[in-house]
Each structure stands twice: as C-alpha cells, then as structure tokens.
C-alpha cells in the first residue's frame, strides 16, 4: 500500500495579538499621527485669510484668499497617488514601515511651513514652496488613513476592530479642535496685525512635539499580527517552493464600494469640519466667538459620536448602523441647516451636533468595514486608493458646492440638499455590501 505524501500546504499561522501595553502604544502612535494631520488642516482653513496675502499678493483681497484656498485643495490632488506609494509600502514592507515614513514626511512639511520666507522676502519662491509643501501633506495625507487604519483593525480583537478602527477619526475630531482652538487662542492673546507679522507661524510649529513623540511611538511599535502571519507562511511557501494560486491583486468591486460609500462621508465630514466655520461666519453673519466657540464644542461632542458608533457596530455589525448613518444624514440634513441659519451661539451649537450625529456613525464605522472588505496582503492599498480618490474629489469640493448652492438659490438650507443627494447614494451602496463585522481578517 503506498503511504500518501506528506501534504505541501503550508501550515496556517497563528495570529498572536499584541499584549495590553503593546496595543496601548501602538493606539498611542496613531492618534498622535492623526491628530498631526488633523492640526494642520484646521490650522492652515483658519489662517487661509492671513496668509494668501503673505504668500500670494495682490490688490484684491479676495484673489489673495482663492490663491491660498487653491493651494490647499492641491493637498487633496497628491492623496490618490500617496495612498498608492505609501499603501504599496505598507502591504510589502509592513504597516509599521509605512507609518514611520508617513509620520516624518507629513510632520517636516508642516514645520516647513512655519519656517517657510514669505513672498516680500524671496519673491516667486514662496508660493513655489509653499504649493511642494502642500504636496507633501497630501501624499503623506493620502496614506495616512489606510495604513493606521489597517494597523489598528489587524491589532484588534475579532469584537473590538470597529472600536478600534474608530480611533482614525475620533483623534482626527480631536486634531481639529485642538489645531483650532489653538488659534481661537492666538487671536485672543495677539493683535490682528500681530498675527500677520509673524505669530501665525507658531501654529505650524507647534506641530514639532507632535512629530517628535509621534515618530518616537511608531518606531517602537510592534508589527501588526496579521502582516507578521502573512509572511511567515509566504517565506513557508518560498522555502517549500510551492506555488499557490493567487486572487486577483486588484479587488474592483470592494474598492467601488469605498469609494460609493465614501461619498457621504466624504461631504458630510468636511461640512461639518470646514464648511460650517465660513457658512456660520459669512452666510448667517455670526461673530467669530459664536462660530468658532460653537464648532470647537461640536467638534469635540463629534468625536464622542464617533467612538460610540464604532463600539456599536462590534455589536450590531457594519452594515446596519452605517445604512443608519445614511438614513439619519437625509432626514437631519434640512433640520440640522435650519438651526445654523437661526442665528446664535445654542441653535448654531444645536444645528452642528445635529449633522455630526450621523457623521459621527459613519466616522465611526467606515475604518473597520473598509479594511474588512479586503484580504491583507493587499488590504492597505486596495483600501487606501478609493478612500483617497473619493476625498479628493468630494471633501475637496465640499464647501464649493455648498456655497454654490447658497449663491444660486438665495436661500440659507440650499446645502442640505447636496447632504441629501449624497446620503441617497451612498445609503443605496451600502445595501450592497457584505457584513464584514465577524469575518477573518486574513481571508477577507
């Protein structure tokens, strides 16, 4: 009788987790990287007034203001191709890898930016430099929130991913309340005149503590689990010279579905981080104590919301609460606009959380169920590009179609229908998706 071969397949390794005190680190080292990012945007949004005359001269104040405006929506052109090199990065030489370098390019960029010449001072230079540094946050922007994402749900237990991955936003909420309360701060210490000569350039500077501690943390960071599994039995396969078959390497039908899904969260996060300050202070005419107090409350009630969502969604699953979230978009969409317009710190204050409650479940939601759509060995990538695409395209332009809207039909709750419109869409996508909540994250 002829004894059966030994089988060739390689043995299936077991996915360790990192200890309490390793995971509380690794949360550590990703919170500060978004609260980095999520500083610098609200704090380059604020100042966008004080320095497109700095950098950007000229006899209207208003084409000042557009040219700055301009190169900040040149971040949001560079994401798509960071989330490919730096997504590329993460699924081949690891996430920890990928956060190091993202961490360090995105940090220098915005301390350049504080020490960056104005154009009295080198002329044509300081835009030039200006827009490469804008560039370079993009890039390293666009790979930001697939790779932390990505880490943060593979060091999770199987009931706790959607917590887990909610810490992307709740650190970036908090990012922006701090990188605006920091100049709320600065304009109450320093005169206007002041802040132009040269104060403002503490705001980017600030950001040095948070780039050194930040890339300090992701150094010492363990490897995520899953990755670590992944290439053993890769090198297992190698030493066997087995082949294996491979799926396809470009998952076309989850990567349509971030981006399908995307598009909600994409308008209903920067309405309610960036579009809400101007609509307060130039449309309904607040003062900027009531505009800026009340989204500086919002913002950090928001990132509650969010929490809360991806703890829930641990529970109930993905697909439920973010339907919810769809669904809770269209029907606060309108309410939520009648209050801003209202006038006033408590209605503008109201109106905010409003808005922020569904945005706070897709938030909270989103990171888990897009990394879960996608097996590991190419989950940071596949995830990244769609994610960073549909940012570009509909974060980006969130605010220009909001006050396009106003201008063109003359009434105040116009961009609730731009909420509307997008929830639909995204809510119809969702039904699509596969509940992801319990799934092996490997094999995904």
């Not at 997504?87 to 960056?116: C, E, F, N, P």
């Not at 009531?290 to 928001?302: I, Q, R």
């Not at 992801?436 to 995904?444: F, K």
Request: net charge positive; charged share 10%; aromatic share 10%.
């Amino acid at each position: 009788m002829t004894v059966p071969a030994e089988s060739a397949e390689p043995e299936v390794q077991v996915v360790e987790l990192p200890t309490a005190a390793g995971r509380r680190r690794a949360i550590s080292a990703i919170a500060i990287g978004n609260l980095l990012e999520w500083y610098d945007f609200a704090v380059y949004a604020t100042l966008a007034s004080v320095l497109g005359p700095l950098f950007f001269p000229s006899a209207s104040a208003s084409a000042s203001l557009l040219a700055s405006l301009s190169v900040f929506a040149v971040g949001y052109v560079a994401r798509p191709v960071g989330a490919l090199v730096f997504g590329r990065l993460a699924d081949h030489q690891g996430r920890r890898s990928g956060l190091v370098v993202i961490i360090v390019l995105m940090g220098v960029a915005t301390l350049g930016m504080g020490l960056l010449p104005t154009y009295a001072a080198i002329g044509v230079a300081a835009p030039i430099l200006l827009v490469l540094l804008r560039v370079a946050q993009g890039l390293a922007i666009g790979g930001e929130f697939a790779t932390a994402t990505t880490y943060l749900v593979e060091i999770a237990g199987p009931r706790r991913r959607g917590l887990y991955g909610s810490i992307t936003y709740v650190t970036a909420a908090l990012g922006f309340a701090l990188g605006l309360g920091v100049v709320v701060l600065l304009n109450a210490v320093v005169s206007p005149q002041g802040v132009v000569d040269g104060w403002w350039r503490l705001t980017f500077l600030l950001s040095l503590p948070l780039l050194l501690i930040g890339r300090y943390l992701r150094r010492r960071a363990t490897e995520s689990p899953v990755f670590q599994a992944m290439k053993a039995e890769a090198e297992l396969v190698a030493a066997a010279g087995t082949a294996v078959s491979t799926p396809p390497s470009r998952p076309i039908k989850p990567m349509l579905q971030v981006f399908g899904i995307g598009i909600a969260i994409a308008v209903g996060s920067y309405t309610v981080l960036g579009f809400v300050l101007s609509y307060l202070l130039v449309v309904v005419k607040q003062t900027p104590a009531v505009a800026y107090g009340s989204a500086l409350v919002a913002t950090v009630v928001g990132a509650f919301f969010v929490l809360a969502a991806g703890h829930l969604s641990d529970r109930f699953g993905r697909k439920p609460l973010m339907i919810a979230a769809a669904a809770s978009l269209a029907v606060l969409a309108f309410p939520g606009y009648l209050l801003l317009a209202a006038g006033g710190f408590w209605p503008a204050l109201a109106g905010q959380l409003l808005l922020w409650i569904p945005v706070g479940i897709g938030l909270g939601v989103c990171p888990s169920l897009f990394a879960e759509l996608f097996p590991a060995r190419n989950r940071t990538t596949a995830m990244a590009f769609p994610h960073a695409l549909v940012t570009a395209v509909f974060s980006g332009t969130a605010p220009l179609i909001s006050t396009l809207l106003v201008t063109a039909t003359g009434s105040a709750t116009a961009p609730a229908w731009y909420l509307l419109a997008v929830a639909l869409v995204s809510g119809a996508v969702t039904f699509g998706v596969r509940e992801t909540a319990w799934a092996d994250l490997r094999t995904t």
